[in-house]
Structures are given as structure tokens and as C-alpha cells.
T-cell receptor
Framework: KAGVTQTPRYLIKTRGQQVTLSCSPI?????VSWYQQTPGQGLQFLFE???????NKGNFPGRFSGRQFSNSRSEMNVSTLELGDSALYLC??????????FGPGTRLLVL | GENVEQHPSTLSVQEGDSAVIKCTYS??????FPWYKQELGKRPQLIID?????GEKKDQRIAVTLNKTAKHFSLHITETQPEDSAVYFC???????????FGRGTSLIVHP
């Protein structure tokens, strides 16, 4: 089976802009979770989608949002970008259970 | 929410030595404990996991031990090799869900 894929892999934006990241899960996986990884804060959970519904949410501001499509692909959007949003954004898919299979990540740099 | 503490943050060993990384957690209801390995520039990958009904699990050179009473679990790597150099993360499902809270990571450096 193909693994989790994410696009784009790298992105440079300026403050105030918005960005949309995409994640395609492993075939058959209905759960997609998003994480932010930074050197200072480690891996932090953003939200999880299951069958097109947000099922869990982390402690991030409303500027961070997401959605999931009927084919389980997911997008994450960050509006009004801030310098502190620079990070590696990882998505992970699972069958709906505990084991997370990660994608390669999108590295976002906000200038 | 779940509080996960991981130690040490950095671990430097000589090739062939053993390495041990420990995580403590706060939610006594947690029952699934995975370990992930993230090589430089790559994605985190599950390397071993354990459920609360067993105390130890081994897979070749790696093992995980669990002490539910003390609420801690450890990753053991024996006969370390340079390719074991990576950041290792423990994770614990939190808040009654299976969404993991990750430890802050341990950077393992294996010197040839």
C-alpha cells in the first residue's frame, strides 16, 4: 500500500497570508490527524478528522482549521499567518485506532 | 489532559552499548504505549508498542517495558548501531481518546 502523502513539501509565506496543506491517507484509513512539530514545542496535536467530521481538537487558535473529504483526503488551512507558525506540519492516518502512520510533512516558513 | 515526560533529552552512546529512554505519564487509564523513531529529515515511524496487559515486549534489538503501577514505560535498545541515531518519541493516548500526547523526544547519538 502507498504511504501517507503530503503536498506541498515546502512552502514559504509572508505574515498575514493564508496557506492550505493537503494530506492523502493510506488507502482504507478513515482517520486523519494533523500535528505541528517545532524544536521548542515538539509534536503537538492540532485536530483529527474521521469520516468527514472533526472528532478531536487540540489547543490551537481558530486560525487553524481543517476538513476531510469523502475519499478521506484532508486539508489543513492556516489563516493570517504569524512568524510562530513556522514549523513542520505532519499528518497521520490510522484505521481509527491508536497507531499513527505519518506522512513526510510540509515544512512551512513564514517570513 | 495527559502529561508525558520523557528523559533524557539527549543520549550519547558508543556503538555496541545499550540505550534506555524513559517516559512517565499521568493518566492511569492509558492502556497503549507506542514508541516512534524520527530520523533527520524524515517522518516519525512506529518502531514498537505495548499494551497494558503485558509488562514487556521485544523485537530483535529493541524492547519496551511497562510499569503501570508507577506509570512509566521505557524503550531499550541493545547493541546500538550508528543507524539507530535518531530522535525517539514516546506517546500516550490522552483524555479517554486514542489521540496521543507525545513526549518531547530523545536525541540518540551512536558514535562509531
Amino acid at each position: 500500500k502507498a504511504g501517507v502523502t503530503q503536498t506541498p513539501r515546502y512552502l514559504i509565506k509572508t505574515r498575514g497570508q493564508q496557506v492550505t496543506l493537503s494530506c492523502s491517507p493510506i488507502s482504507g484509513h478513515r482517520s486523519v490527524s494533523w500535528y505541528q512539530q517545532t524544536p521548542g514545542q515538539g509534536l503537538q496535536f492540532l485536530f483529527e478528522y474521521f469520516s468527514e467530521t472533526q472528532r478531536n481538537k487540540g489547543n490551537f487558535p481558530g486560525r487553524f482549521s481543517g476538513r476531510q473529504f469523502s475519499n478521506s483526503r484532508s486539508e489543513m488551512n492556516v489563516s493570517t499567518l504569524e512568524l510562530g507558525d513556522s514549523a513542520l506540519y505532519l499528518c497521520a492516518s490510522s484505521m481509527g485506532g491508536e497507531t499513527q502512520y505519518f506522512g513526510p510533512g510540509t515544512r512551512l516558513l513564514v517570513l | 489532559g495527559e502529561n508525558v515526560e520523557q528523559h533524557p533529552s539527549t543520549l550519547s552512546v558508543q556503538e555496541g552499548d545499550s540505550a534506555v529512554i524513559k517516559c512517565t505519564y499521568s493518566d492511569s487509564a492509558s492502556n497503549y504505549f507506542p514508541w516512534y523513531k524520527q530520523e533527520l529529515g524524515k517522518r516519525p515511524q512506529l518502531i514498537i508498542d505495548i499494551r497494558s496487559n503485558v509488562g514487556e515486549k521485544k523485537d530483535q534489538r529493541i524492547a519496551v517495558t511497562l510499569n503501570k503501577t508507577a506509570k512509566h514505560f521505557s524503550l531499550h535498545i541493545t547493541e546500538t548501531q550508528p543507524e539507530d541515531s535518531a530522535v525517539y518519541f514516546c506517546a500516550v493516548p490522552s483524555g479517554g481518546s486514542y489521540i496521543p500526547t507525545f513526549g518531547r523526544g530523545t536525541s540518540l547519538i551512536v558514535h562509531p
